[in-house]
C-alpha cells in the first residue's frame, strides 16, 4: 500500500471535545458514539484528545449553546489539562462561536469545521481541491468577523487551513465572487463527468459506485478486486478523491468500479452541496455497491447514515449490492449473518484476507447481466470497429467466420443494442 506522507509540521493541538443531549431529542449511547467519532476525526486531523465532556440539558441555549455555568466547568478543565483547543459535536452559529471562545479562552470550532479541515488536508486532485475550496467558502461566508480574528494571527493548527492567507483582505463581496467562480468551474467538472460516462456507455461499459461509511474498506475491496494502490489507512476519511478501476467479472465482461468519499453521520450540508460533482458517480451508476462495517458496534447506524446521504443525492432507487464487510473478526462474522437476514441482496466478504471475493465477483456478474440483451448477429468483417469494440465490451457466445462474415452470438450491452441492430439475424 503507498504510505501518505505529512508535510505538516505543526505543533500537536491538545483538545477537549463536548458533546450536548437534549433531554426528550437525544439518546445517550447515541451523542456517546458520535462524541467517540468525533474524537477519530480530531486524531485524524493531528490533535491530542485530553477530555470528552457530555452536557445534559433540556435546551440548547442561544447565546452559547450550552449553559453559561457548564461553559465556566470546560474553562476550567481546559485550564486544568493545559488544553489550548474545544471543538463541538455540534454545528454552532457565528455567534454562538464568539461567545463560547470569550467564555472558554481558547479556540472553538464545531464539527463542521474539522470535518472541512481533514477534507483540505486530503484533498489531493484539483476537482477535490475545488470542492473543498467552495465548502469552505460556504461556511466561512456567514463567519467573517470571527474567523478574521484567528487570520490576524497567521497561526496554523486545525480549523484554519482555508482557501488561501489573503482571506484576511477578503470581504463578503469577494467570497460571495469566489462561491461563483469556484461553483462555474465545478460545473465544467460535471460537464467532464457526464462527457466521460457518456463515452463509457458508448463502450458498454457497466458503471459501478462503491459508498459506504467511512472507514468500512471500500478502497481496501477495490485494491482486492482490480489489484489497485489506492492509499489505505485505519482512519475516517483516509481517501477522499474519488478513483475509478477497471475489474474483469467471472463472465469476461468488463466493468468500472469507483471508490467514493465515505459517508458518516452529521455530513455537512456544506460538502454535500459541494461534492456533487463527485456525488453524481453515484447517482448515474448502473449498479450501487453498499460496503457495511460489521463489526462496527452500530452498524445498522451506519446503514441508516449512507442511507441518508444517498436519498438527498436521489440514488435511493438504484440497484444495489450490499457487501458485509470485515468477516474475519468474530463480531462482523456474527453481524453478517444477522444483517444478511434483513438486507436486500448481500455477500458477506473480508477485503483485507480476500475471503469470498471470487463469490462476489460472481454476484457482480449477476446483478449487471440484466443489462445486457441477447443477440445473434452477423456482422461484415470490414466492421473490424464493432467487432473488436464487441470483443472489449461484450459477452461472445460463439464465433464463427463464413465468407466475408462474421457470426457471432452475444450478449451486447444495452447502450449498444442500437449500433448492433442493423446486423442482427432475423428470425424466419
Not at 463502450?203 to 494502490?229: E, F, I, Q
Not at 468488463?254 to 471508490?259: A, N, Q, S
Not at 441508516?304 to 462474522?333: F, H, R, S, W, Y
Amino acid at each position: 500500500m503507498k504510505e501518505m506522507k505529512s508535510t505538516d509540521d505543526r505543533a500537536v493541538e491538545r483538545a477537549v471535545l463536548v458533546g450536548v443531549m437534549v433531554r426528550g431529542r437525544d439518546e445517550e449511547w447515541q451523542v456517546r458514539d458520535t462524541l467517540d467519532e468525533l474524537s477519530q476525526l480530531a486524531e485524524g486531523a493531528g490533535a491530542e484528545v485530553l477530555e470528552r465532556v457530555l452536557c445534559k440539558q433540556s435546551e440548547i441555549h442561544a447565546g452559547h449553546f450550552i449553559g453559561k455555568g457548564k461553559a465556566e466547568e470546560i474553562c476550567r478543565k481546559v485550564k486544568e489539562l493545559d488544553g489550548n483547543l474545544v471543538i463541538f459535536d455540534e454545528d454552532l452559529s457565528p455567534a454562538q462561536g464568539r461567545n463560547l471562545e470569550a467564555a472558554l479562552e481558547v479556540r472553538v470550532l464545531d464539527r463542521t469545521q474539522l470535518i472541512l479541515d481533514i477534507f483540505a488536508r486530503r484533498a489531493q486532485t484539483r476537482e477535490g481541491c475545488l470542492q473543498v475550496e467552495l465548502a469552505q467558502h460556504r461556511y466561512l461566508l456567514p463567519r467573517l468577523r470571527r474567523m478574521w480574528t484567528h487570520l490576524e494571527r497567521q497561526a496554523g493548527g486545525i480549523g484554519l487551513k482555508g482557501p488561501g492567507e489573503t482571506q484576511i483582505e477578503m470581504d463578503r463581496r469577494r467570497i460571495k465572487e469566489l462561491i461563483i467562480t469556484l461553483g462555474k468551474e465545478l460545473d465544467l467538472v460535471r460537464t467532464r463527468r457526464a462527457e466521460q460516462r457518456r463515452g463509457r456507455h458508448r463502450h458498454g461499459w457497466a458503471l459501478v459506485s462503491l459508498v459506504g461509511y467511512t472507514n468500512a474498506g471500500k478502497s481496501t475491496l477495490l485494491n482486492r478486486l482490480a489489484g489497485a494502490d489506492i492509499y489505505v489507512k485505519d482512519q475516517l476519511f483516509a481517501t477522499l478523491d474519488p478513483t475509478t478501476r477497471q475489474v474483469e467479472l467471472p463472465n469476461r465482461e468488463l466493468c468500472l468500479i469507483t471508490d467514493t468519499v465515505g459517508f458518516i453521520r452529521k455530513l455537512p450540508h456544506h460538502l454535500v452541496e459541494s461534492f456533487k460533482a463527485t456525488l453524481e458517480e453515484v447517482a448515474e451508476a448502473d449498479l450501487i455497491v453498499h460496503v457495511i462495517d460489521c463489526s462496527h458496534p452500530q452498524v445498522e447506524q451506519q446503514i441508516d447514515a449512507v442511507n441518508v446521504v444517498l436519498q438527498e443525492i436521489g440514488a435511493e432507487n438504484k440497484p444495489m449490492l450490499c457487501v458485509l464487510n470485515k468477516i474475519d473478526t468474530e463480531e462482523g462474522a456474527h453481524a453478517a449473518k444477522r444483517l444478511a437476514r434483513t438486507l436486500g441482496r448481500s455477500v458477506a466478504v473480508s477485503a483485507i484476507t480476500g475471503e469470498n471475493i471470487e463469490s462476489l465477483l460472481v454476484e457482480l456478474s449477476d446483478c449487471l447481466k440484466g443489462d445486457k440483451e441477447l443477440m445473434n448477429l452477423q456482422i461484415p468483417l470490414s466492421e473490424g470497429r464493432l467487432l473488436a469494440l464487441l470483443q472489449n465490451s461484450a459477452t461472445v457466445l460463439e464465433e464463427k467466420y463464413e465468407g466475408e462474415f462474421a457470426e457471432v452470438l452475444v450478449r451486447v450491452p444495452l447502450p449498444l443494442v442500437p449500433r448492433c441492430e442493423p446486423y442482427r439475424v432475423k428470425k424466419d
